[in-house]
């Protein structure tokens, strides 16, 4: 009996250990923490009215203002591709600038798609990244990198006139001697119309960040002044706002672009009404 209870044990003992020896530890994730960074990104969303996927991305992007609060800065783009109004429009959106800086920004696999920070990534085959689920891991890859000037932004108008005078104040980090270029975009959000989607049409869809004018170049302007550390440099533009758009829900983005590469170092915006 002894011999048996041995045996018993034995066998207990080396079943105890195989199961401990399968049994899955699981591995802690850990939460996610913000980037401790003041930059921001530009993201140029090409997007149209007659693209149905557009709305799934555009959900995307507001995901991804949650995540990164204040770390982007979004300009629709309705260019030349799926972007004829629909039958239920009652605006079009689209514009020579944005026609051309959708050029400007070819060649792409399709829409929608974003650029991100015009940074060129390892997997990807152009600039534009039209896989929208890997948007956000670019995002945090980018706020995680060093950039080189800061932007300070203000902005006055005058209802009378109608024109927005903004004030860019440059500052660098550091000195630099590469040539830089200044983007700046005008937008406009809060714009209730139809909106192409998967099957069906949506009729009081909300267009956001919708290019209004550039008061750039598409590749920006060159900044034919020095960029000294520590010597803020102030760049002032003029713009008159149509009639038909509404001050209230428009924004001016600024970007700053290293001048070989194309890739933006830093991004701003600001509304024209605070």
Not at 71 to 77: E, Q, R
Not at 235 to 247: G, H, V
């Amino acid at each position: 009996m002894k011999g048996n209870k041995k045996i018993q044990f034995i066998y207990g003992l080396f079943s105890l250990l195989f199961f401990l020896g399968c049994t899955e530890t699981p591995v802690p994730i850990p939460e996610f923490e913000l980037p401790n960074t003041d930059r921001v990104v530009l993201i140029e969303y090409l997007t149209g009215v007659k693209c149905p996927n557009c709305p799934k991305a555009t959900a995307v992007l507001k995901n991804i203002e949650s995540t990164f609060p204040g770390k982007t800065a979004v300009v629709a783009i309705h260019g030349r591709l799926q972007t004829e109004p629909l039958k239920e429009s009652k605006f079009d959106f689209r514009t020579p600038i944005a026609t051309q800086l959708e050029n400007f920004h070819s060649p792409f696999l399709g829409k929608p798609a974003a650029l991100l920070n015009r940074n060129k990534f390892i997997d990807e085959p152009f600039k534009p990244v039209d896989l929208v689920d890997l948007w956000p891991s670019y995002i945090e890859e980018i706020l995680r990198q060093e950039y080189l000037i800061d932007i300070l932004l203000s902005t006055q108008y005058d209802p009378t006139t109608r024109v927005v005078t903004l004030q860019a104040s440059l500052l660098p980090k550091n000195t630099i001697s590469k040539q830089m270029k200044i983007s700046v975009f005008i937008t406009e959000g809060e714009i209730i119309d139809a909106q192409e989607t998967i099957g069906s049409i949506i009729a009081e869809y909300k267009h956001e960040n919708i290019l209004r004018a550039m008061l750039t170049n598409v590749a920006g302007d060159d900044i034919q002044e020095p960029l000294i550390k520590a010597s803020p440099l102030l760049k002032s533009f003029n713009y008159t706002i149509p009639e038909t758009f509404k001050p209230e829900n428009m924004e001016i983005v600024v970007a700053i672009a290293d001048a070989t590469t194309g890739n933006i170092d830093q991004a701003a915006k600001i509304k024209i009404l605070k």
